[in-house]
């Protein structure tokens, strides 16, 4: 800890204990040395006047300015390079297998070994992105060119395109006397040219890790990388992050490809062997570890993990990164740990897609889009393929007000992949945020793209029903849906069964949208008892069937049903507690059959979830379950406070693949306000209203609450204009707006069940006065 106590150095620690690697941030070690000449310089002006003193001083500038020179020396030399300022995109390499000349047959293992072991050290670098060999190898068997010695021009090109990389390292071993030759080219396929070679020569196995460091460093020269990159870059020498062994690593190779392949029983052989000759080997753990749980060897895999964990200072900083989060998430669980090592993994390389996909999936949990944001801007251009990160990248521009670079990012996706085996997800999102954004049109030109398409694939009609559903074109909506019903896949038939659900509840039809969810229950009880799916599909119709029987009027009917979907959750493998919207809607429920104390222990347990989830922007659910229990003892000040706060904290745009925002947040506090403030003259609510008439907010499943609002606006308009507070022509204008919401609404209500009988006839009675008027 003397770097730190003694000489007040910004150094770094990888885990945070005093005996961990060490390393420094080039630019708080240039504001340190700063910091320290300037106080220097401060001490040397205020000490003018005593000339003896004045020396004094002097020498001890001199001192300090030595010993500071010293140890940003010793620090250059002693820590590991730390991230510093990154290129604006780094360059991106595919190192295929290399052509064996040499006429050594027991030399052949090296064609692919040599390569993975260039690709090995590379992984380690800031500043160049190579393509694993997993990855790699998946790609040239798709394209059937994962058994060629030598690959052609127009090979090259389909590669370097399928690939999206802009480089491409192809290599030729020969052999002269003793002495074996490596000629490797770097070309971009992309645009004509010849390439840049280089050149190296070893002569015993032994001798390819320093061939391969001296190779990688003439890499990165030939992409283009200035000097300084390349001297700051991370790259220890590669026998210290993979193994010294020539024999271990070619069967270390071997079994990674063949678990790429998905051949784990033949990986774990040649895997175990590896490390049998290399006891430290961690990087052959590593993947020793992810072979036994593909295989289902679930002791061994857990023994594996442990064993490279142990011996994760000889990985490199990517490939431990990469272990840590994984045993700190499914093993030694601890998310203080997880997330640290993600946020390392990130600053560090912030292009990666392992790290920047699952640390984005941590804030976007956590609702945190400022700070998720910029790590999906940050490795979104390196990784135009991945359709994961294209939609929560998507996502975070929805919840902050960008809906149009979202659909300008996936529109990124979809012409940059055509034939990508996800091409369809993407252009379905985009979709879906064409919905909520009222671009119906655009939305609808997606759905019937996919339709034709996959005209066999029956899940693009409901995308368009939804689509239909949202333009009012409820004939047609229903047509979509019930087109599905055919269909002979179990889980696509509840989804349209679920969605007529949806299109009955918004027309104010609540025992035909119960029937639907009757008739999934049929199918759900022909299914396993034991699937996994299955269970958690049927306790999402229980709190369907449910919400439904609550909007009747029906509290107790409606927790029985609460109670058999906790029921369901509990038997679900890793599900070790309910939903909090489960929780949320029994809170709700036993508050209105009256049953406070158990209202507030149902609070507390919301509450307590959310703590523990670390979800903190899900505390809405518990403000919201405050503010109706202040909206039941009629203490609309305190509920529209309790409102508030929920409403501040709800997503602008959803957190569930792009739905939209759920609008019971916004209506419960409209309620309030319009008992608070003038009645149906109340602004607030009125704004609260209008918002959730927007198509951005989730009306698909909510489409009670969407019709209701229609009704409050209406009768807004209608209130406004019977005050006489406004011009004649003002008061004409609101007379027709009410109007309009008023046949908005019973075009949806109209044939509405007698439960909101009420609400309707007293609709068409101001609607037929207005049209007197």
């Known amino acids: 800890m003397r770097w730190e106590e003694v000489l007040g150095l910004p150094i770094h620690r990888l885990d945070g204990t005093p005996s961990a690697r060490v390393f420094a941030y080039p630019d708080e070690l240039d504001r340190w040395l700063q910091e320290k000449l300037q106080h220097v310089e401060e001490e040397a002006k205020n000490e003018a006047a005593s000339v003896g003193r004045r020396k004094k001083r002097l020498l001890l500038c001199a001192a300090v300015l030595a010993s500071s020179a010293l140890a940003v020396t010793l620090i250059w030399r002693q820590f590991s390079p730390a991230p510093g300022p990154l290129p604006t995109r780094n360059a991106s390499l595919a190192v295929l297998p290399f052509e064996n000349s040499t006429g050594d047959i027991s030399f052949g293992a090296w064609r692919t070994a040599l390569p993975d072991l260039v690709i090995t050290d590379l992984v380690q670098s800031r500043f160049v992105n190579v393509v694993r060999i997993t990855d790699l190898l998946r790609k040239l068997v798709e394209l059937r060119l994962a058994g060629v010695d030598r690959f052609s021009e127009a090979d090259l090109r389909t590669v370097a395109e399928k690939l999206d990389v802009d480089y491409i390292a192809t290599g030729t071993m020969t052999q002269t006397g003793p002495d074996k030759t490596l000629t490797v080219l770097v070309r971009t396929p992309k645009t004509p040219g010849t390439g840049q070679s280089i050149r190296m020569t070893f002569r015993a196995e032994e001798d390819v890790f320093a061939a391969v460091d001296a190779l990688t460093t003439k890499i990165k020269q030939v992409l283009g990388l200035p000097g300084r990159l390349v001297s700051r870059d991370i790259d220890r020498p590669v026998n210290g992050i993979s193994t010294s ?429 319009a008992r608070l403030d003038r009645g149906f003259q109340s602004v607030r609510a009125f704004s609260l209203y209008e918002k959730i008439a927007q198509p951005s907010v989730n009306r698909l499943h909510s489409g009670d609450i969407y019709a209701r609002s229609l009704y409050e606006m209406a009768r807004y308009y209608d209130a406004v204009a019977q005050a006489n507070d406004e011009s004649a022509e003002g008061i004409r204008l609101n007379q027709a707006k009410a109007a309009e919401k008023y046949r908005e609404f019973l075009d949806l209500w109209g044939g509405a069940d007698p439960i909101f009988a009420a609400e309707v006839e007293d609709a068409r009675t101001r609607l037929a006065a207005l049209e007197i008027r």
């Open 245 to 673: 062994s020539p024999q271990a690593f070619k069967l270390y190779s071997q079994g990674y490809r063949l678990a790429g392949l998905a051949k784990y029983t033949e990986s774990v052989a040649l895997l175990h062997r590896a490390v049998e000759l290399d006891p430290e080997f961690a990087l052959g753990y590593k993947c020793l570890y992810r072979a036994c749980q593909n295989a289902n060897r679930e002791d061994d895999e857990k023994t594996y993990i442990r064993k490279a964990i142990d011996l994760s200072g000889r990985l490199s900083d990517r490939e431990r990164g990469e272990l840590e989060v994984l045993f700190y998430r499914y093993y030694e669980i601890d998310r203080a740990k997880e997330l640290k090592a993600l946020e390392r993994l990130n600053r560090t390389y912030p292009e990666d897609r392992f790290g920047s996909v699952n640390l984005l999936g941590y804030y976007l949990n956590r609702e945190e889009w400022d700070k998720a944001l910029p790590v999906a801007e940050r490795a979104w251009p390196a990784n135009k393929s991945d359709v994961n990160l294209c939609s929560q990248l998507a996502l975070c521009y929805l919840n902050l007000g960008q809906g149009d670079r979202a659909e300008s990012v996936l529109s990124d996706f979809i012409g940059l992949n055509a034939g990508h085996t996800y091409w369809h997800n993407a252009v379905r999102l985009r979709s879906h945020a064409s919905t909520r954004l009222g671009k119906f049109d655009g939305a609808l030109g997606d759905a019937d793209r996919l339709i034709a398409y996959f005209p066999n694939d029956r899940r693009f009609s409901l995308d368009r029903g939804i689509v239909l559903l949202y333009k009012r074109d409820f004939a047609a909506a229903e047509g979509e849906f019930r087109r599905v019903l055919a269909d002979k896949e179990p889980y696509l038939k509840i989804q349209a069964l679920m969605l007529l659900r949806d299109f009955f509840l918004m027309r104010g039809r609540v025992e035909e949208a119960a029937r639907q969810i009757r008739a999934a229950f049929d199918i759900t009880d022909g299914l396993a008892k034991d699937d996994r799916r299955a269970v958690l599909t049927g306790a999402g119709l229980h709190l369907d069937l449910a919400y439904l029987h609550r909007l009747a009027g029906r509290p107790g009917q409606a927790l029985e049903e609460v109670e058999a979907a906790r029921q369901l959750y509990g038997s679900s493998p890793r599900r070790p507690s309910p939903p909090l919207d489960l929780l949320r809607l029994k809170a709700l429920l036993l508050l209105d059959l009256d049953r406070r104390e158990d209202f507030e222990r149902q609070a507390e347990e919301v509450r307590d979830l959310i703590e523990q989830g670390q979800a903190p922007r899900r505390m809405r659910i518990y403000y919201h379950l405050l503010g109706y229990n202040e909206f039941k003892k009629g203490d609309y000040r305190e509920a529209v406070a309790h409102f508030s706060r929920a409403v501040d904290l709800a997503p602008p745009a959803g957190d569930n693949q792009l739905e939209g925002a759920n609008p019971e947040y916004w209506y419960s506090l409209a309620q309030a306000h």
